[in-house]
């Protein structure tokens, strides 16, 4: 506005002394007057881009502060669930070192297991004779030691009292079951399936019943077992190892197995002991 103003004094001077000054003094003030008209509108031009450029650059700011809190606030949560994340790998790290060792100790219970079974097995084998175990098999089976008395051996034909044959053989596994006292003793009547009659004695479950329980009655009577850890059971003619169709497969089937097991109550702890998992995550 200024310079507008300058513009048009200059021009009223020219005006008024229109009459006072030469023609070339005129022509030099018209010079004049075009010049800074020609400036003032390079000016005003420069002016305007250079408010457009501001405009720009304002606008520009904006966008990029804009941005700014927008990228903030995403590595913000970013951050937020890196530090989620860790904890999540934390509980799963600690989960897997307890289930490790949960299972180490199932593992190291097992192994103890089946080394106690394998020495107990061991130390059968060597106390019975070599007429003794042609009536006595002894094996390790599913981490239970079985051992199975061949039925001629330790009763007469039909009868469940235990022959005085078979109380020299019963008194060695006797003296094995009590060196292991941390073991169980279930002692299981089997016979074959040729139907028996007679007093007191209805059918083979009948037989293989008493005859699993004469022979854990002799085990705490005449041996001293705690019969706390004795059991008996009769599975009849229902649990063969041998077709029933010929001779030798119904004496094979006709025996009576003790069956030494460790106790349940260790493992059974084990599993009250095992890690609990959070199913949220």
């Avoid at 897997?96 to 219970?109: C, E, F, G, W």
């Avoid at 006595?136 to 235990?162: C, H, P, Q, R, W």
């Avoid at 025996?255 to 009250?272: A, Q, V």
Wanted: proline fraction near 2%; charged fraction near 25%; glycine fraction near 4%.
């Amino acid at each position: 506005m200024k310079i507008k103003s300058m513009l048009i004094v200059v021009g009223l001077c020219g005006l008024m002394t229109t009459g006072c000054v030469t023609n070339k003094k005129y022509q030099q003030l018209q010079g004049d007057y075009m010049s800074t008209r020609e400036s003032l509108i390079k000016c005003e031009a420069n002016g305007e881009n250079l408010q457009h450029q501001l405009d720009a650059a304002q606008k520009n700011n904006e966008q990029l502060r804009a941005g700014l809190a927008e990228l903030k606030s995403t590595l913000d949560k970013s951050m937020d669930q890196n530090a989620q994340g860790n904890v999540n790998i934390a509980k799963l790290v600690d989960e897997i070192n307890a289930s490790n060792k949960y299972i180490k100790q199932l593992v190291d219970a097992k192994s103890k297991s089946d080394s106690l079974n394998i020495a107990l097995t061991n130390k059968l084998t060597r106390s019975l004779s070599t007429d003794e175990l042609k009536d006595v098999d002894v094996k390790v089976l599913k981490g239970v030691v079985y051992i199975s008395l061949a039925d001629n051996m330790l009763f007469k034909t039909g009868s469940y009292e235990v022959s005085s044959r078979a109380m020299e053989t019963l008194s060695k596994i006797a003296k094995i079951i009590k060196d292991y006292n941390n073991y169980d003793v279930l002692v299981e009547g089997n016979t074959d399936n040729v139907p028996i009659s007679r007093t007191n004695i209805r059918n083979n479950w009948d037989l293989s019943t008493l005859r699993a329980s004469s022979v854990v009655q002799v085990l705490q009577n005449d041996f001293d077992i705690n019969p706390k850890r004795l059991s008996a059971a009769g599975r009849g003619e229902y649990n063969p190892i041998a077709d029933n169709d010929s001779e030798v497969g119904r004496q094979r089937n006709r025996r009576t197995e003790i069956i030494i097991t460790p106790k349940l109550d260790e493992f059974l702890d084990l599993i009250d002991k095992a890690p609990e998992t959070d199913n949220a995550n």
